[in-house]
């Protein structure tokens, strides 16, 4: 069993910056993948980025890619989210998740536990 707590959102201006942080609970993060997700609303929650247990490995989508940048600290339980030259369309609520199995993965299904997500709100 995880669980997760997200924290960092905010508001923020178009071009500015934000990190946000996941921490777990639980002796077995360091053997979980984690992700990062994201909904606006109206809209489905879409995939952002994604790091192996080991952090050797990361996932991007498109739309984040060279702007935003996954990371861990297994010694700290956290996964970490540095988002960069921020967009309105970043505007969102970002949940992490963990998951096992699935490898560094895009679908919602290869993830197990969420967290209750955080909000980010991009200003034009």
């Known amino acids: 069993q995880v669980q997760l707590e997200e924290s960092g959102g905010g508001l923020v201006q178009a071009g500015g910056s934000l990190r946000l942080s996941c921490a777990a609970s639980g002796r077995t993060f360091s053997r979980y993948d984690m992700g990062w997700f994201r909904q606006a609303p109206g809209k489905e929650r879409e995939f952002v980025a994604a790091i192996s247990w080991s952090g050797g490995s990361t996932y991007y989508s498109d739309s984040v890619k060279g702007r935003f940048t996954i990371s861990r600290d297994n010694a700290k339980n956290t996964v970490y989210l540095q988002m960069s030259s921020l967009e309105p369309e970043d505007t969102a609520v970002y949940y992490c998740?963990?998951?096992?199995?699935?490898?560094?993965?895009?679908?919602?299904?290869?993830?197990?536990?969420w967290g209750q997500g955080t909000q980010v709100t991009v200003s034009s």
């Open positions: 998740a963990a998951g096992s199995g699935g490898g560094v993965s895009r679908y919602l299904y290869d993830y197990d536990y």
